[in-house]
Structure formats: C-alpha cells, structure tokens
Nanobody, 115 residues
Framework: QVQLVESGGGLVQAGGSLRLSCAAS????????MGWHRQAPGKQREMFAT???????QYADSVKGRITISINSTKNTVFLQMNSLKPEDTGVYYC?????????WGQGTQVTVSS
C-alpha cells in the first residue's frame, strides 16, 4: 500500500524559508512522477513542481528560482526547499505521486506566510 506523509509546514514571515518533506512507503520515488501541489484558500489545488524518475525536475514560473526539490533515496523522502517566501505562497501543500492511472496524496501540510 502506497502512503505519503508530509511534514515541515508552519508560519513564516515574508522572505523566510521552509523545508517540506514527503516520505513515501510502499513504493520508490525514483520509479514514478511525483509532484508538489498547493491549494490556496478559496482556490483550486495547483501543481507547481515535479520530479520524474527521481531525476528530472520542473518548476512553475511562479516558484522558479525560489524552490528546489531534492531526494534522500536512502530514506525514500523528497524535500522541498522554499526560499524567499511570499504571502501568496500561503496554502496547504500536498505531495502527490502518479502510479499508472492512480494518484496518491499525502495528508497535506499548512504553510502560512505573513506579510
């Protein structure tokens, strides 16, 4: 059974940094496409970063230069380093993994950026 568990959210001032984690069990990140998604208050969930096969990284223009995905293969954990955070980065952050026609989600972690 595939499970994803996020951690690392919190309250930070604008310009600050946070590192989110997504730990997987039941499969390996390197085998699939994994994405980070954000759902801002009153808005739809949107994907802003992906890593494919544990190697190829892509970022949305809104976060490019401020966000970096890294992997600890030993711990089967993906990290999201977020710098220069802005109030508009506020939302619930989810990691999601595509396996075949299914998408597996973590429980989400709240990120709040104060101005």
């Amino acid at each position: 059974q595939v499970q994803l568990v996020e951690s690392g959210g919190g309250l930070v001032q604008a310009g600050g940094s946070l590192r989110l984690s997504c730990a997987a069990s039941g499969t390996r990140f390197s085998m699939h496409v994994m994405g980070w998604h954000r759902q801002a208050p009153g808005k739809q969930r949107e994907m802003f970063a992906t890593i494919r096969g544990g190697i190829r990284r892509q970022y949305a223009d809104s976060v490019k230069g401020r966000i970096t995905i890294s992997i600890n293969s030993t711990k089967n954990t993906v990290f999201l380093q977020m710098n220069s955070l802005k109030p508009e980065d506020t939302g619930v952050y989810y990691c999601g993994m595509n396996i075949g026609s299914n998408v597996y989600w973590g429980q989400g972690t709240q990120v709040t950026v104060s101005s």
